[in-house]
């Protein structure tokens, strides 16, 4: 469930939802494909999905997973 949206990027937003299964608050960042191809920027996001996924620290966020519907990618991501 999305609560509320918390930022705004050049690619796309951020928001703050309740994840059900695991009964915390995450942030979901959508990424709009059409801009990141438009800009040329597609490795500039397989490469921050790289890093968030080798980051593993309870005071780093962590990402959890990554889904894509339509023409967005989504970043499924802890935030403590």
């Keep these: ?3 509320q949206n918390i930022g705004e990027g050049a690619y796309g937003s951020v ?3 309740y994840d059900k299964t695991t009964g915390k ?3 979901i ?3 709009n ?3 990141i191809c438009e800009l040329n920027k ?3 996001i397989l490469r921050e999905k790289d890093l968030l996924n080798t980051l593993n620290h309870f005071n780093i966020i ?3 997973s990554t889904f894509k519907v339509s023409s967005f990618n ?3 991501i802890s935030i403590g």
């Design 29 to 31: 960042k959508a990424v």
């Design 33 to 35: 494909i059409m801009k």
């Design 25 to 27: 608050k995450v942030a």
């Design 15 to 17: 928001n703050l939802a």
């Design 1 to 3: 469930n999305v609560l």
């Design 42 to 44: 597609d490795r500039h």
């Design 74 to 76: 989504f970043f499924h």
């Design 62 to 64: 962590r990402l959890f």
